[in-house]
């Protein structure tokens, strides 16, 4: 199939144009680099051998999305594209619902006036919001998120659920019998293999894996631990970390799925294990070879206890399961961070 990649030039979207490809399908770039550079997309040419129809373009820009889509006419869209810092959201919240919520609905539109059926979205087990108790499932209710960027999150799969829910009842053409797939991830951390693609975050990272990758090569003087006095068997938060390879090999399979089907489709990428803070900080002191350095701070605000995936509906429908584990995913996060210790930047 040919897929269209929103935001393919990010973290996510790189490693997912890798196993695309390697899965024999065809890719096509949509990006406009805001978080991201467009050497991501010349290393994944350079790993696979294979080569990347690449287009520098805001997807809230209907005229020239319009144009890209009905040039590129793809059997699936996959939509990566947003912004997705936490806390920037809660300083930028019109921001962050004009551009996520806004690249959505064009989407949705551009679809429909060219008669494209499919697309996988990228979401998070943050719409799990504060209540629910893990392992979630797609069958919980959403919770009540903690920001607006989890709000983004919750609203973009309302808006795609209602359009998919007109769509089966509208035999005019267009985009009659959507498919949609909504993709909740858990923590995406680690890097393609090759240490040739990975997360590059600009300024000082928000997120745990990154920022230990950044003291182990020396950026950063310490990490903080954001409070151990949880309760969990060491104090500190669990979540359930994710290997990006794994990620994307599921959005391949979620992305045959949704060609495949009409509907709408909610499905976790988690592994279904979790991790405390204290363990990955320990995972990566083995994977680079000396200790992490760390000290205990007060706990974060907004921050969940426990996040873990039930990992069952993603096997189930899609047949794919997470095959990497932690040791893997701070060998391959130190391999990228250690061959390339500025990012895409040097
Ligand atoms: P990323 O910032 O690396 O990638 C997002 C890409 O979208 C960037 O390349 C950015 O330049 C691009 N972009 C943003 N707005 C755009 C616009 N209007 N037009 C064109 N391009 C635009 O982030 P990521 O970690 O790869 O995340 C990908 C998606 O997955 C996002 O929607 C994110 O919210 C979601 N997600 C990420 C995580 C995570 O922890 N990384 C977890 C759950 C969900
Ligand atoms: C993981 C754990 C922190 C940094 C976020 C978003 C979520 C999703 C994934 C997009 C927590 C602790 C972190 C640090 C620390 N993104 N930590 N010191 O918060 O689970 O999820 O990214 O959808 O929506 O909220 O990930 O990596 O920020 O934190 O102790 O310097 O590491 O308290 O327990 P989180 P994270």
Same mark, same amino acid.
């Given at each position: 199939?040919?897929?269209?990649?929103?935001?393919? *030039?990010?973290?996510?979207?790189?490693?997912?144009?890798?196993?695309?490809?390697?899965?024999?399908?065809?890719?096509?770039?949509?990006?406009?680099?805001?978080? +991201?550079?467009?050497?991501?997309?010349?290393? !994944? #040419?350079?790993?696979?051998?294979?080569?990347? +129809?690449?287009?520098?373009?805001?997807?809230?820009?209907?005229?020239?999305?319009?144009?890209?889509?009905?040039?590129?006419?793809?059997?699936?869209?996959?939509?990566?594209?947003?912004? %997705?810092?936490?806390?920037?959201?809660?300083?930028?919240?019109?921001?962050?619902?004009?551009?996520?919520?806004?690249? =959505?609905?064009?989407?949705?539109?551009?679809?429909? #006036?060219?008669?494209?059926?499919?697309?996988?979205?990228?979401?998070?087990?943050?719409?799990?919001?504060?209540?629910?108790?893990?392992?979630?499932? #797609?069958?919980?209710?959403?919770? +009540?998120?903690?920001?607006?960027?989890?709000?983004?999150?919750?609203?973009? #799969?309302?808006?795609?659920?209602?359009?998919? @829910?007109?769509?089966?009842? /509208?035999?005019?053409?267009?985009?009659?019998?959507?498919?949609?797939?909504?993709?909740?991830?858990?923590?995406?951390?680690? $890097?393609?293999?090759?240490?040739?693609?990975?997360?590059?975050? %600009?300024?000082?990272?928000?997120?745990?894996?990154?920022?230990?990758?950044?003291?182990?090569?020396?950026?950063?003087?310490?990490?903080?631990?954001?409070?151990?006095?949880?309760?969990?068997?060491?104090? =500190?938060?669990?979540?359930?970390?994710?290997?990006?390879?794994?990620?994307?090999?599921?959005?391949?399979?979620?992305?045959?799925?949704?060609?495949?089907?009409?509907?709408?489709?909610?499905?976790?990428?988690?592994?279904?294990?979790?991790?405390?803070?204290? /363990?990955?900080?320990?995972?990566?002191?083995?994977?680079?070879?000396?200790? !992490? @350095?760390?000290?205990?701070?007060?706990?974060? *605000?907004?921050?969940?206890?426990? +996040?873990?995936?039930? *990992?069952?509906?993603?096997?189930?429908?899609?047949?794919?399961? *997470?095959?990497?584990?932690?040791?893997?995913?701070?060998?391959? $996060?130190?391999?990228?961070?250690?061959?390339?210790?500025?990012?895409?930047?040097?």
């Amino acid at each position: 199939m040919k897929a269209l990649l929103t935001g393919g *030039a990010g973290y996510i979207g790189s490693h997912t144009a890798v196993a695309m490809l390697e899965a024999g399908h065809e890719v096509a770039v949509v990006d406009n680099y805001y978080n +991201s550079s467009e050497e991501a997309i010349r290393r !994944v #040419e350079k790993i696979t051998g294979k080569s990347v +129809s690449m287009y520098e373009a805001d997807v809230a820009d209907k005229s020239k999305m319009k144009e890209i889509l009905a040039g590129e006419m793809p059997d699936c869209i996959i939509h990566f594209a947003g912004l %997705k810092a936490v806390g920037e959201s809660v300083e930028k919240p019109v921001e962050y619902y004009r551009n996520n919520i806004d690249t =959505t609905l064009t989407l949705l539109e551009c679809m429909k #006036e060219l008669g494209l059926g499919n697309i996988v979205f990228s979401s998070s087990a943050t719409v799990y919001g504060e209540d629910n108790i893990p392992p979630f499932t #797609e069958n919980m209710p959403k919770g +009540s998120c903690t920001n607006p960027y989890g709000w983004t999150k919750w609203m973009q #799969e309302q808006i795609l659920t209602d359009a998919q @829910k007109a769509s089966a009842g /509208d035999a005019s053409g267009g985009s009659a019998g959507l498919s949609v797939v909504l993709l909740r991830y858990f923590n995406p951390v680690g $890097a393609h293999e090759s240490g040739l693609i990975g997360e590059d975050p %600009k300024g000082i990272p928000n997120n745990l894996m990154p920022y230990i990758s950044q003291v182990a090569v020396g950026r950063r003087d310490h990490l903080t631990v954001f409070g151990n006095d949880y309760d969990t068997p060491d104090g =500190t938060c669990r979540r359930d970390y994710i290997h990006v390879m794994d990620l994307a090999e599921g959005h391949v399979k979620a992305a045959e799925y949704c060609a495949a089907h009409k509907g709408t489709e909610v499905i976790n990428l988690g592994t279904g294990e979790p991790y405390s803070v204290l /363990d990955m900080v320990k995972a990566f002191g083995e994977a680079c070879g000396k200790p !992490v @350095k760390y000290e205990i701070g007060p706990r974060r *605000a907004g921050d969940v206890q426990d +996040s873990w995936a039930d *990992a069952d509906k993603a096997k189930e429908l899609l047949g794919w399961k *997470a095959s990497r584990g932690i040791r893997e995913i701070c060998r391959d $996060a130190w391999k990228w961070q250690s061959s390339n210790p500025e990012g895409y930047g040097k």
